[in-house]
């Protein structure tokens, strides 16, 4: 069964940054679609960047220039760089895979539904 860890969220203050890691178990790594996804209490879970298996990268409106979605295929890691964090980038991280290898949807148009695999989440919080 395919297991995704992920792993680097904590508490930061506004400006600040940190690393988001994340390693799937028995999966292909390079041939798979992965992301990275939000969510606060009360609302609904939101994409935040996308890594295709081709190398493709897509990033949400809300942190545009400042995340950066890497991969590290030796390490079997996928990475979310954040840096100029914001109170309202405030939540749990979670990582995702396609179920199906050599997808892209492209963008915002990626469905949610096609993440087959989750991680548990890591909560990330920024304030002051």
């Known amino acids: 069964q395919v297991q995704l860890v992920e792993s680097g969220g904590g508490s930061v203050q506004p400006g600040g940054s940190l690393r988001l890691s994340c390693t799937p178990s028995k999966l292909s790594f390079d041939d798979y679609t992965m992301g990275w996804f939000r969510q606060t209490p009360g609302k609904d879970r939101e994409e935040v960047s996308y890594?295709?298996?081709?190398?493709?990268?897509y990033y949400s409106d809300s942190v545009k220039d400042r995340f950066t979605i890497s991969r590290d295929s030796a390490k079997k890691t996928l990475y979310l760089d954040m840096r100029n964090l914001k109170p309202e980038d405030t939540a749990m991280y979670y990582c995702?895979?396609?179920?199906?290898?050599?997808?892209?949807?492209?963008?915002?148009?990626?469905?949610?539904?096609?993440?087959?695999?989750w991680g548990q989440g890591t909560q990330v919080t920024v304030s002051s």
């Open positions: 995702a895979a396609d179920w199906e290898p050599r997808r892209w949807y492209g963008g915002a148009r990626y469905p949610l539904s096609e993440f087959g695999y």
């Open positions: 890594s295709s298996w081709a190398g493709d990268t």
